[in-house]
């Protein structure tokens, strides 16, 4: 060995404990990529081979970006208790790991740290995965971005190579850049959830499946079936019920793989799809499956009563209370479900429409939202051309993800957590909707089906096809969704003015014989009937629409002092105006001495005493000041002339206390926690 | 007709020129000579060089993951470990045959 070569590799060795120092889980990750990546770029011809190797190199050079990009807008924040999260979801994961590392190291813990390290919600396998790797490798908040990126990028390849065997390079290779360059599943790959394991997870089982059923040797299936065995039970916690989703997906694509081998199977499937819908219809399946819904939408309505932008599959009237599912009574009727039903499918599809959008945020993701739009037509075209090119890998790919879309749209009530989940399904979807552009670019020197495109692939002999759709996508279509967008999109709820306004017998009735403190007169835009109105956290006794500008807020009796008024949309607050509701003084505006005269039985009347004050009167002065003789009346009752001190206001026929006209003669009731006695005034004292 | 289109054929000359800028680049270059040598190089000579990459790189891995403050601090003797296996893998394999 020369001297040079040692002097290198000293250097080599100085550099690669550098790197490990700073991000060890770095260099485990590249070392890995090292040894796994290459091996997706065999078996490929050599210009496919270059295609792919630029796209990969493309996809980690921009992932590379994206993390240095977050290191350095996170640069202010890095102290021994940054976690790197950008989400809730990835804050609680890193800080339980953190919680973890903690507790098996010796730092200073505390009790919450025990609480959180070993709490049944939350728990998973990726939970554990990365306890291990704080544990062993330190606090790692970027690292883990890039073994999530190689997560992803593995089962995006695991998949492409899948539809290269089945569709062909065109549809793989479109596949694979929607995939890695899709924005939402771009952020999911180099975030800290668990996505992009779960996403390896289902890769893993296709690729077993598909190897399994397409192999000849016995030891080949085996080797198939034991990866997707392991991957399905690696994913088990990775969601809710993963095992049964995984199961139901593989199930529906061998299921559908064998009902569409031949027009014979297909009629049988037919015949069977109808004779399980007439199971269905008996009463007692009726009844599970309507306890199903029940369930379903329970979850549902509580999705909705989160925090961020809320959507409705219910009628309306579901959500005017919000419950959390274990405390609902909701109950379906057989309409009603149908109607949640075929709305959760829509939702699903066509969640958020461009008038939906709501926040800056929201109307940066419209672009790729008719991206999905663009994806879910071309299945339709895909679908069957897919179908044509290879029935088991399309009927796996679509299969596999149909019972997690159905139990998404059933249950989900937030388009940001559609948005992520949509996710779920997207990368097993592109394939097959590239297929459909696949199809489509073959038929193109079919002269009978496209007239308007000429044998060099030109619409009307000038612009080539592929580049007039993605003009057309940029210039037409975003500018019309933006167009929906701002003439159709729902007036965000504000409040321009809030006024005290008399009370009247109508909002006496409507406040269902609780006190009423104010009358608000609320003037604002975009009110709405099932909207909830608070002042500060007190909520109101009522909030009576009168139309998309004007409502009345009845206040409950409440301390003097100002408060905002708030309007809710389910839990989400829309509008505040602060400090608009102000509480004045509850004393009465006049106090007197008055004589009333109680009538009522000896042993009732022998109960008051002098200092007796009315317990229902909040807030105003009534104090018994001296107890006069009981003179013996007819029918075992008697008199008692009492001396009373009572606060007064002004009312509709002079001065009222209790919302009676009090004066000589008038009726009057002295209430205690220990009687209630009825009598009439006999000197108003005013 | 893909091949034909204005946007396949911008991507195709941004890809051949960003890899003639890559293969003609001086770092580029030098990291081809230095592989080549070393692929030349005696499986032995090649064994050695790998370990004393590997036993310089714990050294440092040590002395560096020693200077960090507690909390930022790996576990020392198993990440070590790990470093030694996986720098043997990631200096060893772009090069074998």
Redesign the interface.
């Known amino acids: 060995?020369t001297r040079r070569?040692?002097i290198?590799?000293?250097i080599?060795?100085?550099l690669?404990?550098?790197c490990?120092?700073f991000s060890?889980i770095a260099?485990?990750v590249?070392?890995a990529a090292?040894?796994v990546l290459p091996r997706f770029l065999q078996g490929f011809p050599d210009d496919d081979r270059r295609?792919l190797a630029?796209i990969i190199a493309v996809a980690i050079v921009a992932r590379l970006l994206a993390i240095g990009g977050l290191f350095l807008l996170n640069m202010p924040r890095h102290d021994?208790q940054f976690l790197g999260a950008s989400s809730g979801d990835e804050a609680y994961a890193m800080s339980r790991a953190l919680r973890t590392r903690d507790i098996r190291?010796g730092?200073p813990t505390g009790k919450y740290d025990y609480f959180v390290a070993n709490d049944d919600y939350g728990r998973n396998s990726y939970v554990a995965v990365l306890t291990v790797l704080q544990?062993?490798?330190?606090?790692t908040p970027y690292g883990l971005r890039l073994l999530n990126g190689f997560l992803f990028l593995s089962a995006s390849l695991l998949l492409f190579r899948v539809a290269f065997r089945a569709y062909g390079a065109?549809a793989a290779f479109g596949g694979l850049a929607v995939v890695l360059f899709w924005p939402t599943l771009f952020a999911w790959s180099i975030s800290l959830l668990k996505e992009p394991l779960y996403f390896l997870c289902g890769a893993l089982v296709i690729t077993g499946v598909v190897h399994a059923t397409r192999s000849r040797g016995a030891a080949s299936r085996l080797i198939g079936v034991a990866v997707a065995v392991t991957a399905t039970w690696a994913a088990r916690d990775l969601r809710p019920e993963a095992l049964l989703l995984t199961g139901a997906g593989v199930a529906t694509g061998l299921i559908a793989a064998a009902a569409l081998r031949s027009a014979r199977t297909s009629a049988t499937a037919i015949v069977l799809v109808v004779v399980t819908v007439a199971v269905a219809a008996i009463p007692a399946v009726g009844r599970r499956v309507m306890a199903g819904l029940v369930s379903a939408a329970k979850l549902q309505a509580g999705h909705v009563f989160t925090v961020g932008h809320a959507y409705k599959l219910l009628d309306a009237g579901f959500y005017m209370n919000p419950a959390t599912p274990a405390a609902s009574s909701l109950t379906l009727t057989h309409d009603e479900a149908a109607r949640y039903v075929i709305r959760a499918v829509a939702s699903f599809v066509a969640i958020p429409l461009p008038w939906q959008l709501q926040s800056a945020r929201e109307l940066a993701y419209l672009p790729e939202q008719l991206a999905w739009y663009l994806l879910v037509g071309l299945l339709a075209v895909g679908g069957a051309a897919a179908m044509r090119r290879d029935r088991l890998v399309t009927s796996v790919l679509v299969g596999f993800v149909l019972p997690t879309a159905v139990v998404l749209a059933l249950t989900n009530g937030n388009i940001g957590t559609l948005l992520r989940l949509r996710g779920l399904v997207i990368p097993y979807l592109a394939w097959v909707s590239a297929a459909g552009v696949a199809a489509a670019?073959e038929t193109?020197d079919r002269k009978d089906r496209m007239p308007f495109i000429d044998d060099?692939?030109?619409l009307f002999g000038r612009v080539?096809?592929?580049?007039a759709a993605?003009a057309a996508f940029v210039v037409v279509l975003i500018p019309i969704a933006y167009g929906t967008y701002l003439l159709f999109r729902t007036t965000p709820a504000g409040i321009t003015s809030v006024a005290d306004a008399p009370i009247s017998k109508e909002e006496r009735r409507v406040a269902g014989g609780s006190l009423l403190e104010a009358k608000l007169k609320v003037r604002g835009n975009g009110f709405r009937p099932m909207l909830r109105a608070t002042i500060d956290s007190t909520p109101a006794l009522a909030f009576v629409f009168e139309d998309p500008h004007s409502a009345d807020v009845l206040v409950p009796v409440m301390n003097e002092g100002r408060y905002d008024l708030v309007l809710y949309d389910g839990v989400q607050e829309v509008a505040r105006a602060p400090k608009a509701v102000v509480i004045g003084s509850n004393a009465p505006e006049r106090v007197v001495t008055a004589r009333v005269r109680l009538t009522a039985p000896d042993e009732v009347l022998a109960l008051v005493q002098a200092g007796d004050h009315d317990s229902r009167a909040l807030g105003r002065t009534v104090t018994v000041l001296d107890v006069g003789r009981r003179t013996p009346g007819s029918g075992g009752t008697s008199t008692l002339d009492v001396t009373v001190q009572v606060g007064l206001d002004r009312g509709e026929g002079g001065w009222v206390y209790r919302d009676r006209v009090f004066k000589a003669g008038a009726a009057f009731t002295l209430a205690t926690e220990r009687y209630i006695i009825e009598g009439i005034v006999v000197e108003a004292g005013l | 007709m893909i091949e034909r289109s204005a946007i396949v054929q911008a991507l195709t000359k941004a890809r051949d020129v960003a890899a003639r800028g890559l293969r003609e680049s001086a770092v580029a270059r030098r990291v081809r000579v230095l592989s080549g040598e070393f692929g030349a190089l005696p499986p032995c000579v090649k064994a050695q060089c790998v370990a004393i990459a590997a036993a310089v790189g714990l050294v440092v891995v040590v002395l560096g993951v020693s200077q960090l403050p507690t909390a930022q601090r790996p576990v020392l003797p198993l990440a070590s470990g790990i470093f030694l296996a996986l720098c043997c893998i990631a200096l060893a394999a772009p090069f074998r045959e």
Do not use: E, H, Q
């Open positions: 060995m070569w040692a290198r590799s000293a080599a060795g100085v690669a404990g550098v490990y120092v060890p260099v485990c590249i070392a090292a040894v295609w630029w021994d190291l730092a544990v062993v490798l330190g606090p065109t670019a193109i060099r692939g030109r080539n096809l592929f580049d993605v």
